[in-house]
């Protein structure tokens, strides 16, 4: 029997957990942090727990901050919006010290539809500015953070419009100058925030809540030229261009006892105030808008990192500054006009000339360029992100620069060493001809200033210069003596095949003709130099060069095939051609009369 109490415990707590999940799935029906203040209390970091419960949205998001003063009631504001008491919504705190640290998220969103579309609202809780022992800094984070993450922003104020609460927006200005003001139509960074000036004060009579926010934006004199008054003034014009994109809402106050509204239902309420809370709750909603940034509406995963990137940016540096968001927003425009420059200049098909890069570095550079005009965000700041572009352009530019020089350093070498080695072997033709080592050198050099391109051409083709002309000088003063030479050894092969092998006499004759004139009367009377500037050596030079080398037969490539032929030929001639009678058609000079005589024989 005593263990019955704890048996029936054990099954009470059991049935009211599975009815807490059956509540309350995965946990979600309560706040989270998803921004916390560091040690110090001056920047801000993440907090897991809440950026998981985000992410788990799939759907478009939409965020609502509530933003003002310390003990001014932005939780209990927020409970409200959603219908929430105090013990299940945001915490409320009642002492001098700030309750909520950070930013808190509830973790159930609300689900809405606008335009046809589910939209999961967010609704976001600030740690109040003002509060003890934190710097303007840290508040002014708060601020912008709140500011640039929310698709509605209510200014949550008691009473009245303060200056220090004008000064608080010009944050929220300089983003909207930076980010919002572009042309109609293209695309922005971020949709901007709508803002709802929520005044709550105890009496409604007199000034409209509007008519009150529209003096706080006149434009205060300034006769003694004081700076922060400048400031201000400044901040009350750009706040009335943004007129379009603010609303002013007053609440009065629900109960005179302030400190025992959570314990509070709504008949126990000041009617007015229900009424008025309902209107605000028909007016936030049609507020909301999906959260949109550089043209994409995000989901749980996209916010979390939007979130990350702007935390990044904020906390760059000891004061938070537009210039920061700027540079994060246009981080992967830069990405992409980097590519876009990148993909264009490699069209260019490197190696190309210095002039032709130039203008593929132009076009690229100009088509980055308006990409960038295009695309980028920022209006005063953006000159930092385009000074970046430009060195980043010529950083590239150089290293595409580099390679240029490298590929046409590698081409030409290859162009000079292939016509270095055809200089080579013209000079080792075993047939020399003039004719075909023009035409090498022709068309070696045709092919290497075809080919050879980019900066290293000019140098190259200087070596190529001074190459060809040694090559030529050298071919020159040896093609001389090789002609000599064959033209001898030429003479004697013919007075070898005249006598022995097909014996005509008359060749005999003009071979020892020409061997005689060749080794003795161009000794006798002709120098070296003179022999080879004399008509009749040219018109051997031109009879040599029509033999050895014409477009239709290289004498060089076919001397042996063809001289083997006709060893054969003559030979045939020699051995079988006399029996058949086919050298009797030849003068028989060396068929002596005493072999054909018919006379007998006598001792």
């Not at 992410?55 to 209990?76: L, M």
């Not at 740690?127 to 912008?144: C, H, M, P, Q, T």
């Not at 106050?253 to 028909?282: A, F, G, I, S, W």
């Not at 033709?429 to 391109?453: R, T, Y």
Request: aromatic share 10%; proline share 4%; glycine share 6%.
């Amino acid at each position: 029997m005593g263990c019955a109490p704890a048996m029936w415990a054990a099954l009470w707590l059991l049935a009211a957990a599975v009815a807490a999940g059956v509540a309350d799935p995965g946990g979600l029906e309560r706040a989270f942090p998803i921004v916390e203040p560091d040690y110090g209390h001056t920047k801000l970091r993440l907090a897991k727990e809440g950026l998981e419960a985000i992410q788990r949205i799939r759907t478009p998001i939409a965020a609502v901050s509530v933003i003002g003063p310390y003990r001014s009631g932005k939780s209990f504001l927020l409970n409200q919006l959603l219908s929430l008491s105090c013990d299940k919504g945001f915490g409320v705190g009642h002492m001098r010290d700030t309750k909520t640290k950070g930013i808190w998220v509830w973790g159930s969103p609300v689900e809405v539809d606008i335009g046809g579309s589910k939209v999961s609202v967010l609704y976001l809780d600030t740690e109040g500015f003002e509060s003890v022992g934190k710097s303007n800094v840290y508040d002014d984070r708060i601020f912008a953070l709140a500011t640039v993450l929310s698709s509605v922003l209510i200014y949550n104020l008691p009473e009245t419009i303060r200056e220090a609460d004008i000064s608080r927006l010009s944050f929220a200005v300089e983003i909207a100058e930076e980010f919002y003001g572009r042309v109609k139509g293209q695309d922005v960074a971020f949709e901007p925030a709508k803002l709802l000036w929520l005044i709550q004060r105890d009496f409604l009579q007199g000034k409209s809540v509007q008519q009150m926010v529209d003096e706080a934006l006149l434009r205060v004199p300034n006769n003694n030229g004081d700076k922060n008054i400048d400031e201000l003034n400044q901040i009350r014009d750009s706040l009335a261009v943004m007129g379009d994109n603010s609303t002013a809402f007053s609440l009065p106050q629900p109960h005179l006892q302030r400190t025992k509204l959570c314990d509070m239902e709504d008949q126990e309420l000041d009617p007015l105030y229900v009424k008025k809370r309902d209107q605000l709750k028909e007016v936030v909603a049609s507020m909301i808008k999906p959260k949109i940034v550089q043209g994409r509406i995000l989901n749980g995963t996209e916010f979390v990192s939007f979130l990350g990137q702007i935390l990044e940016a904020l906390n760059k540096g000891e004061i938070p500054s537009t210039g920061s968001l700027v540079e994060i927003f246009n981080k992967a425009i830069l990405e992409r006009c980097l590519k876009v420059y990148n993909e264009r200049m490699g069209r260019a098909g490197l190696p190309v000339s210095v002039d032709k890069l130039q203008q593929f570095h132009d076009l690229a550079k100009d088509e980055a360029k308006r990409l960038f005009d295009k695309q980028h965000f920022g209006k005063h700041h953006a000159a930092q992100s385009i000074f970046k572009l430009d060195e980043e352009i010529k950083k590239v530019y150089r290293n595409f620069g580099q390679a240029n020089e490298y590929q046409s350093s590698k081409l030409c070498e290859a162009r000079f060493s292939e016509c270095e080695d055809k200089m080579e072997h013209l000079q080792v033709l075993k047939l020399p001809s003039m004719a075909k080592f023009d035409a090498g050198f022709l068309l070696c050099n045709q092919s290497f200033e075809m080919d050879c391109v980019g900066p290293a051409k000019e140098s190259y083709q200087r070596r190529m210069s001074k190459m060809l002309a040694r090559s030529r000088a050298l071919f020159i003063k040896e093609y001389n003596n090789k002609l000599f030479n064959w033209l001898v050894i030429f003479s004697l092969v013919m007075v070898v095949i005249g006598r022995f092998l097909i014996k005509f006499f008359l060749l005999e004759i003009a071979a020892w003709v020409m061997f005689a004139f060749l080794e003795t009367y161009t000794r006798l009377f002709w120098s070296s130099e003179s022999l080879y500037y004399n008509p009749v050596w040219h018109m051997i030079v031109s009879s040599w060069e029509t033999i050895v080398y014409s477009p239709v037969l290289d004498l060089d490539r076919w001397a042996f095939p063809i001289g083997a032929v006709l060893f054969f030929l003559a030979f045939y001639w020699r051995c079988l051609g006399g029996r058949r009678g086919i050298a009797r058609s030849l003068l028989p000079l060396y068929n002596g009369s005493y072999r054909s005589s018919s006379r007998t024989r006598t001792d």
